[in-house]
C-alpha cells in the first residue's frame, strides 16, 4: 500500500481526493493524510514515517510548498514530491523541479493526469527504497560471506546448483565448545555472545583454511563439511588445528574462570547434499544428511574434552598419515551393535 500525503490549505481538496480515489482506498492500495502547509506535513511526516510521496500545493500559510520541498530534501530524502499549484509558471516550475520535486501538475487538477503521476511517482519511490534494500543487504553479506562466494552466487553455476540434490564423497566432523551451557546460564547475554562468536572465529578461519566451509552452528557446536580431493585428510589436520588454538587459549577471567576445551567428532564416507527444510516457510538450508553425519555427530557426543574421535572406516584410510590409538567399541545411538573408535592424536 502506498501512503500519499496531501499538503494544500484548501479544505475541498480534501473530501474531492476521497472521492475520486475511493476505490483506491477502500482496497488499500492508497492512504492519503491530509495537512494544511508545510509545517503541519512536517510534523505529519514525523508521526508517519513510511509516507511515499508527498502532493504539495505551492502558496500555503506558515511554510510554502517550495519551503516544504527544501525541507523534505534535507530530512527524508527518499520521499518522492509532485506539486500541485495553479501557479503553473515557468519560474515555479523551475524553482520546484531545482529543490527536488519530481513532477508538477497544474490546478484545476485534471484527476486523470493526476492519477497517472501518481503511479509513476509511487513506482519511482518504491524502486529506490527496494534498491537501497538490496544495496543494505548487500553490503551486509559482504560483512560476512568471503569475495569468492559471492562471486560464486552470481554465476550460472550457482544458480544450477540450489537445484542439485545428489549422493557425494565428503567428511563432516562436529566441533563442540565442551561446558559452554554453564557459562550461558550463568553470565549476561551479551557477554555469553561475545564470548562464543569469538571461539567460533578463530574455528571457522582453521575450517577454512583447510578448504572447508561451515554447513551450520547449532548452540555451542560447528558441522563444518570437507569435499574434494584428500577432503579426510584436510578435515583431520583442520580439526587438529582447532584443538591446538583452543588449547592454547588463556583462561577467561573477567568475571568467570573459564578454559575452554572442544570434543570432536569426525567421519567421512557418502551422504546426501542437498536444499533442505521447508518451502512453505521459505526456510530451505543447503546441507549434507545421512547416516554418515549422524555418526559424525554422536562421535562428538561421546568424545571427552580434547578428543577427536573417528570412526574404523575413517581409520583406514588415514592411519598411514596420521597418529591414532584405538578407544575401542562404544554403543553409539541408532547402531544395532557396538563399533570401533579410535582417537587421532596428532
Partial sequence: MAKILVADDEPDLEILIKQKFRQKIREKEYEFIFAVNGNDALEKIYQNPDVDIVLS????????????????????????????????????????????AFDFITKPINFEDLSLTMIKTINHAFQIKETLKAIKENNILKMYVDENVL??????EYETSLMLNENVEAAVAFIDICGFTSISE???????????????????????????????????????????????????????????????????SETVSYKPKVSI?????????????????????????????????????????????????????????????LVGEVNLKNKSAPVNVYEVLG
Fill in 57 to 100: 500545493d505551492i502558496n500555503m500559510p506558515e511554510m510554502d510548498g517550495l519551503t516544504l520541498l527544501s525541507r523534505l530534501n534535507e530530512s527524508s530524502p527518499l520521499i518522492k514530491s509532485v506539486i500541485v499549484s495553479a501557479y503553473g509558471d515557468m519560474d515555479n516550475i523551475r524553482t520546484a523541479m531545482n529543490r527536488g
Fill in 151 to 156: 562471486n560464486f552466487m552470481n554465476s550460472r
Fill in 186 to 252: 550463568n553470565e549476561a547475554p551479551d557477554k555469553v555472545v561475545k564470548l562464543l562468536n569469538g571461539y567460533f572465529d578463530i574455528i571457522v578461519k582453521e575450517i577454512i583454511s583447510q578448504g572447508g566451509y561451515i554447513d551450520k552452528f547449532i548452540g555451542d557446536a560447528i558441522m563444518a563439511v570437507f569435499r574434494g580431493e584428500y577432503h579426510l585428510d584436510k578435515a583431520i589436520e583442520a580439526c587438529l588445528a582447532v584443538r591446538s588454538v583452543i588449547d592454547n587459549l588463556p583462561e577467561f
Fill in 265 to 325: 567428532g569426525l567421519n567421512c564416507g557418502e551422504m546426501i547434499s542437498g536444499n533442505i527444510g521447508s518451502a512453505s516457510l521459505k526456510r530451505l538450508d543447503y546441507t549434507v544428511i545421512g547416516d554418515t553425519v549422524n555418526v559424525a555427530q554422536r562421535l562428538q557426543s561421546t568424545a571427552a574434552p580434547g578428543r577427536i574421535l573417528i570412526s574404523e572406516n575413517s581409520y583406514e584410510k588415514v592411519k598411514e598419515s596420521f597418529d591414532c590409538r
